[in-house]
């Protein structure tokens, strides 16, 4: 139930969705939704906290909290490709939420808190001299995920590079620059 009315909000926006529309596209009554969950807000709930759910388990792992802050910022990208590609439809979803309701900014400020881990790894990297001083550890949090998360606009499993070849050269473009090392 939950991917379907995942895949019904992505299409048609969470707000544009009615509860007849998601009961067409499930193949059932409004009430048979009903009886599992008490609106569409809950299902709305439960597909973000699967996208939220991933990346904060990640950050309680052992491989986000132990080493050099590059080694550790450089895990914590990676994965997030993973769990982007994992959870692409409930992560898109995620990234169109614009705090409407409870559900929303509970779930946006879930983001921040994610948002504020990424910066404080940047900001160890930089006290670390492995990132440059004169950049901003927010500012390259933004960048470093917008590149991430723009991932959901054009990509489509099945269809080219792998979770891994995609944050292979997304690591290598930002980390490494684009242009060519001296030889």
Avoid: C
Wanted: hydrophobic share 45%; aromatic share 8%; proline share 3%.
């Amino acid at each position: 139930m939950l991917s379907i009315a995942v895949g019904v909000f992505n299409e048609r926006g969470y707000d544009g969705t009615s509860m007849e529309d998601l009961a067409k596209a499930l193949g059932v009554t409004k009430s048979a939704i009903y009886y599992h969950v008490p609106g569409k807000e809950e299902l709305l709930a439960r597909a973000l906290d699967r996208a939220l759910d991933g990346l904060f388990a990640m950050v309680a792992d052992e491989r986000a909290a132990s080493g050099s802050a590059i080694d550790r910022l450089e895990w914590v990208v990676r994965q997030s490709v993973r769990i982007l590609v994992e959870r692409l439809p409930y992560v898109t979803l995620l990234l169109r939420v614009r705090g409407n309701s409870g559900t929303e900014q509970a779930a946006l400020e879930r983001r921040r808190e994610f948002d504020r881990f990424v910066s404080g790894l940047v900001g160890e990297a930089v006290a670390e001299g492995a990132i440059r001083a004169d950049v901003d550890p927010g500012l390259v949090t933004r960048l470093l995920f917008g590149t991430v998360n723009s991932i959901t606009e054009w990509y489509r499993p099945g269809r080219g590079a792998s979770a891994d070849d995609l944050a292979d050269a997304l690591l290598s473009m930002t980390f490494d620059g684009l242009r060519p090392h001296p030889a």
